[in-house]
């Protein structure tokens, strides 16, 4: 069992479920033939509409149970892209911190935003870990940073920050005191 260390930003991801329940709805008025009385074609659509509706709120969902920072069996759990997180020893990671970034979404004067991004340093020392594809939504890894976007993390603070870097001076040291196999 992974112990998550930075969740996932659940407000965005409910605000993303509203499309869904409203497909679901409007699904099943069409379905069961409030909108259109008796129309066979009518049916089949609504059904379709509740179908879709239903698996993209699943899928939002599903989402909601996956951390951004998680730690099992001595490594960093990164999940940055579709499917597995990346794990990385956590021996190679040497700190987190706060960046600054542009949000995906326009402000009010059609700038883009301002938003805090973590950043994870991973050692020099790990060439294997300088460069990974991820999902370019979720954040970047290039050049032995990895940037996790704060508009899809829980809300980022020196405080956050701060018990982040407590945990992973936790971990690397009682990895120093368990000898390898």
């Known amino acids: 069992m992974a112990e998550i260390w930075l969740r996932t930003n659940r407000r965005a991801l409910l605000l993303g479920m509203i499309l869904p329940a409203v497909l679901i709805v409007v699904g099943l008025l069409v379905a069961l033939g409030h909108v259109i009385d008796n129309a066979t074609w009518g049916r089949i659509v609504g059904w379709a509409i509740v179908g879709g509706g239903l698996l993209m709120w699943i899928l939002i969902a599903i989402q909601m149970r996956f951390p951004r920072l998680a730690y099992a069996d001595n490594r960093v759990l990164v999940y940055v892209q579709s499917g597995e997180p990346i794990g990385v020893p956590v021996e190679l990671v040497e700190c987190f911190f706060l960046g600054s970034g542009t949000g995906q979404l326009p402000g009010s004067d059609g700038n883009s935003l301002a ?28 050049g032995g940073y990895v940037t996790i976007h704060g508009a899809w993390c829980e809300p980022l603070t020196l405080e956050v920050v701060q018990r982040l870097n407590a945990r992973l001076a936790e971990a690397q040291r009682a990895r120093r005191e368990v000898p390898e196999r």
């Open 115 to 142: 938003v805090r991004n973590l950043m994870i340093r991973i050692a020099e020392k790990a060439i294997d870990y300088q460069q990974r594809e991820v999902k370019a939504a979720l954040g970047r890894w290039e």
